[in-house]
């Protein structure tokens, strides 16, 4: 159980267009998940917290006019780059947290497959 | 601020054992994690501790002194696919991971 995917996995698109990954959880309902951003030998850097039904909540520093999410379902959130540039090309990941395990001793957070954006 | 610390890259043989530190400073202190990242794929969950000592799991077993900030992974009996990223991370009192950097093992036959 607890599995989450993402859509695509992998994506080359051109500099000025906008790409859509989507993140699902396929066993579990999911109030919260989580984008992160990966540069090539760095951490993972936490973009954003996804809640089903309202606004996301943005780190410092990540334009949230550019990074659009939309988290419409507890199974589904959406993060779509906008007017991408080739800077933004890297390795994005989402995380879910599992709504029945809410309050456990070990919420763990659910990682998605990520993908990786190249943008040319 | 809040920081993790732990080595960028560790080098092992095959069989051997090794030992990945992590130190952190953070806001608050709600448990600790730490997640393999093998290239090009998500990190996957290896072991949690939020009280002080070891927490045993098969070949890993990871250890938390949180007087001292720190933590290590302990890998036993180590084997090639173990070589991967190894990432501490953090909760803070916010109940938000702060992630260290990660440790790159290198496994060598």
């Known amino acids: 159980g607890a599995v989450v995917s993402q859509h695509p996995s992998w994506v080359i698109c051109k500099s000025g267009t906008s790409v859509k990954i989507e993140c699902r959880s396929l066993?579990?309902?999911?109030?919260?998940m989580f984008w992160y951003r990966q540069f090539p030998k760095q951490s993972l850097m936490l973009m954003a917290t996804?809640?089903?039904?309202?606004?996301?909540?943005?780190e410092q520093g990540v334009e949230k006019d550019k990074f659009l999410i939309n988290h419409a379902s507890l199974t589904l959130s959406t993060l779509t780059v906008t007017s991408a540039h080739p800077e933004d090309s890297s390795f994005y990941i989402c995380?879910?947290?599992?709504?029945?395990?809410?309050?456990?001793?070990?919420?763990?957070?659910?990682f998605g497959p990520g993908t990786r954006l190249t943008v040319t | 601020g809040q920081n993790i610390d732990q080595p960028t890259e560790m080098t092992a043989t095959e069989g051997a054992i090794v030992q990945i530190n992590c130190t952190y400073q953070?806001?608050?202190?709600?448990?600790l994690f730490w997640y393999q990242q093998h290239a090009g794929e998500a990190p996957t969950f290896l072991s949690y501790?939020?009280l002080d000592g070891l927490e045993e799991k098969g070949r890993f077993s990871s250890f938390l002194s949180r007087s001292k900030g720190y933590s290590y992974l302990l890998l036993k009996e180590l084997q090639m696919k173990d070589s991967a990223s190894y990432l501490c991370?953090?909760?803070?009192?916010?109940?938000?991971?702060?992630w260290g950097a990660g440790t790159k093992l290198i496994i060598k036959p």
């Open positions: 991370a953090v909760r803070d009192s916010n109940y938000q991971l702060i």
């Open positions: 995380s879910a947290r599992d709504i029945e395990r809410e309050g456990d001793f070990l919420p763990e957070q659910y």
């Open positions: 996804s809640n089903e039904g309202s606004k996301a909540t943005y």
């Open positions: 501790n939020v």
């Open positions: 953070t806001s608050g202190f709600n448990g």
């Open positions: 066993d579990f309902q999911a109030t919260t």
